[in-house]
């Protein structure tokens, strides 16, 4: 069987899109679970699109190894020296480089002919090979380019020494036989085809991202690229979960294999929406919350007969396991880091030590201790590390009257305290919270929701702070007090903004 190699881009096409800026603590975060998840290679980011993304790129490329660590340019030679240099140390590094090739983009957007387009493609690969041996092509616009314009584009990237040739559905314009028909015309009409690998770039416009994917690959194409619970421009990229578990189900219908750890997909879609924000519908196929569960009554008969009478997947092969120990204040250390591991959270340690101890106090507060609950835990965990902790908070409000709030925060170690009023207990908590960290960016968005199960369920508060600049930071929050919980979350996202 062929191999199929899989290119994650949550750290460049997903995080672009969103408006979100990701600190570098945090895109290490993914980009090591994404090692953990096997993918064969990471989409640091765009170094030259700012000097975050660029410092993102050189951390990643220090500090994750075992991968390929790729980034995005122009095809331009200011961006392929900064990238270069942002990937001076990675392991394996490769230069993604390219520009637009359907009539639309090169007369509108690049203000280009075809002749120097061709002309332009040499320069930029060639100029890469400088630097790396591994450079990937991509022509933007394939599918809405001319063919055979296409094919010389692909032929000249090729000849200047390209090792992967990507073909993008850039505005998800293509349906299934029809990007697998431009992959097939690729692969016979492009000279030296076989010198490269073929890959695939979907665009999820028309919902066909997943299906058009892996009609490429069917086609001939042995790379996917894609992102995690498929964020991304617009309506967001291929899903690459879908195209993994599409392939491990029906391996025969599309004759290819990945290197992939399957189970690792739940614990990498969590900590993608975490960190991101974005939160992963229910229905969403593979990682939303609804994807295993039997709700009708014919359904649920028929999966207690034979499992296999409505499931083509089993939940435990993507690192969905079912409970069999109920976690409570009695359970001990070893007992959580058992059910830690078996949701994927691979800690031990101190870090360990402090799940556990808050693991204890939430146990205290609730009976049983759900997965829902050890996610949240997990969650908070990124506030411990936080130089602004909140100490206490009081407040008083009532119906028709404005609120205050009265809260201590430990800021670098020293305690302050002081009070704000707001017309409601939220915003007053806000407004204090803004006074004592001279906070000035807006709120874009607030949100609670539980997370658990029960009246002493685990609120769950996300914050989008908006800054003057345009860049948006969001904060997370858990408590079983969801007032708490908006408080946390407000100070992770101010933290982030603050670097604090
Ligand atoms: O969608 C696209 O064409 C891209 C390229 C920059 C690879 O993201
Ligand atoms: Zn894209």
């Known amino acids: 069987m062929r191999k199929l190699y899989v290119f994650d881009t949550t750290l460049r096409d997903g995080e672009q899109s969103l408006g979100i800026t990701l600190n570098a603590r945090e895109k290490i975060e993914i980009a090591h679970q994404l090692v953990h998840l096997g993918v064969d290679i990471i989409e640091a980011g765009f170094p030259a699109s700012s000097p975050g993304d660029f410092e993102s790129v050189k951390t990643i490329s220090c500090q994750v190894k075992g991968v390929t660590i790729c980034g995005l340019t122009r095809a331009v030679e200011k961006d392929i020296d900064l990238c270069a240099e942002a990937l001076r140390d990675a392991e394996a590094p490769r230069i993604h ?45 394939s599918f809405r380019s001319e063919r055979d314009f296409l094919v010389r584009v692909i032929q000249e990237a090729i000849l200047s020494g390209a090792t992967v040739v990507n073909i993008p559905d850039t505005v998800g314009y293509a349906s299934p036989w029809e990007y697998g028909e431009l992959i097939a015309y690729v692969m ?119 499992r296999d009478t409505y499931e083509i997947i089993k939940p435990e092969d993507i690192g969905v396991m079912q409970n069999v120990i109920s976690l409570s204040a009695r359970s001990g250390r070893h007992a959580l880091q058992h059910r830690m591991e078996e949701l994927g959270y691979h800690i031990e340690g101190e870090e360990l030590d402090d799940i556990y101890e808050r693991f204890l106090r939430l146990a205290d507060a609730k009976k049983e201790v759900f997965d829902q609950d050890i996610f949240a835990l997990m969650g908070d965990k990124q506030s411990v590390a936080q130089s602004i902790q909140v100490k206490s908070m009081a407040f008083s409000s009532a119906i028709g009257h404005s609120a205050t709030a009265t809260i201590t925060l430990e800021v670098n170690g020293a305690l302050v305290t002081e009070q704000a009023e707001g017309n409601g207990p939220v915003s007053a908590l806000f407004n204090v919270i803004d006074r004592i960290t001279g906070n ?53 996202a101010v933290s982030k903004y603050g670097g604090a």
């Open 188 to 306: 016979q009409n492009v000279k030296d085809i076989d010198k490269a690998i073929v890959s695939v770039h979907c665009h999820n416009d028309l919902g066909m991202a997943t299906a058009n994917a892996l009609a490429g690959i069917r086609a001939g194409a042995e790379q996917v690229e894609g992102t995690i619970n498929g964020i991304g421009e617009r309506a967001g990229n291929t899903s690459l979960e879908e195209v993994i578990m599409a392939v491990v189900t029906k391996p025969e219908a599309y004759n290819i294999v990945s290197n992939i750890h399957t189970k690792e997909i739940a614990a990498t879609s969590r900590l993608v929406s975490r960190i991101t924000g974005v939160t992963v519908p229910d229905h969403k196929a593979i990682v939303g919350t609804n994807a295993f569960m039997h709700a009708s009554g014919i359904h649920q008969d028929g999966v207690i007969k034979d």
């Open 440 to 492: 000035t960016a807006g709120v874009e968005d607030y949100s609670v929701k539980s997370v658990s199960r029960g009246h002493e369920a685990i609120g769950e508060a996300t914050v989008k702070l908006r800054n003057a600049q345009g860049g948006l930071f969001v904060g997370k929050g858990f408590s079983t007090d969801v007032i708490e919980a908006s408080a946390k979350a407000y100070i992770n």
């Open 97 to 141: 480089t390219g520009l637009g090739v359907s009539p639309i983009h090169m007369a509108k957007k690049l203000n280009m002919t075809p002749e120097q387009v061709i002309e332009r493609t040499r320069v930029a690969v060639r100029y890469a090979k400088k630097y790396v041996q591994d450079v990937e092509f991509y022509a933007e616009d």
